[in-house]
């Protein structure tokens, strides 16, 4: 399912407790990015390459983002950022590997 085939099967009405970010965060966790062809990539314990080593994902691998994060500046085949990915829990890759689409966020900050 792409985001743009999310939609609100209700009645129009948001419901008590729903706010906006609740949306784009089950969206966000609806999409998988790709990480940058022919690199096979560390995830780490948190933002930044001085986190320990969790597992290594190979080359295509695809990830969902739950969350975003400020970290270590880190350059890579898509630029260089400061934006870090949390895959799962206590896994962060650097976002500079991450095929997103944007040079911002696209998940909720962590």
Do not use: K
């Amino acid at each position: 399912m792409s985001l743009d085939q999310v939609r609100n099967t209700g009645g129009g009405e948001e419901e008590p407790g729903g706010a906006p970010e609740t949306a784009v965060a089950a969206a966000a966790a609806l999409a998988t990015y790709p990480v940058a062809p022919g690199y096979s990539l560390n995830v780490r314990s948190g933002p930044g390459t001085t986190y320990s080593l969790v597992r290594v994902l190979s080359a295509g691998s695809r990830v969902s983002i739950h969350c975003q994060r400020t970290g270590e500046r880190v350059s890579g085949p898509y630029g260089t950022s400061n934006i870090w990915d949390n895959i799962g829990s206590g896994q962060y890759v650097s976002d500079a590997y991450i095929l997103t689409g944007s040079d911002g966020y696209v998940a909720p900050r962590c």
